[in-house]
C-alpha cells in the first residue's frame, strides 16, 4: 500500500514537471517537437505556425 503511495507520487511529479515544461515552451513560442518550422512537414497543420500567419496579414 505504501509502494503504492510512493509511486503514484512519483508519477504526479514527472508529469506535472511535463505540463509545466510545456506550458513554459508554448509561452515562450517554441514548437513542442523542439526543431524549426522549416523542415517539418505538418507545419501547415501546425497551430503555432497559423497563429504566424494570421498575424504577419494583418
Do not use: E
Not at 509511486?7 to 510545456?22: A, D, E, H, P, Q
Not at 513542442?32 to 497551430?47: D, E
Not at 504566424?52 to 494583418?58: A, G, L, R, V
Request: charged share 15%; glycine share 6%; with cysteine.
Amino acid at each position: 500500500m505504501i509502494a503504492d503511495i510512493i509511486v503514484i507520487l512519483i508519477l504526479i511529479v514527472i508529469v506535472s514537471f511535463s505540463i509545466k515544461k510545456y506550458i513554459k515552451m508554448k509561452a515562450s513560442g517554441k514548437s513542442g517537437c523542439g526543431c524549426g518550422c522549416s523542415s517539418c512537414s505538418s507545419c501547415p497543420s501546425c497551430s503555432s505556425h497559423s497563429l504566424d500567419t494570421k498575424t504577419t496579414k494583418q
